[in-house]
């Protein structure tokens, strides 16, 4: 996994103009569960964005 890798959420997310950030998560953001679009379903943890 590449490190801070946000271009699949820009590229081909539907959440993305709903001001999803792209270059850095919101505080509130504490894990993966917490991202609610499936751009990051193949992570396994923030760790691993
Ligand atoms: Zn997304």
Redesign the pocket.
Known sequence: MSSGDFSI?TET?D??DDG?PISSLPDEVTSIDDLD?E?WSGFESLDDI
Do not use: I, V
């Open positions: 959420h997310c959440e993305f999803m679009c751009c």
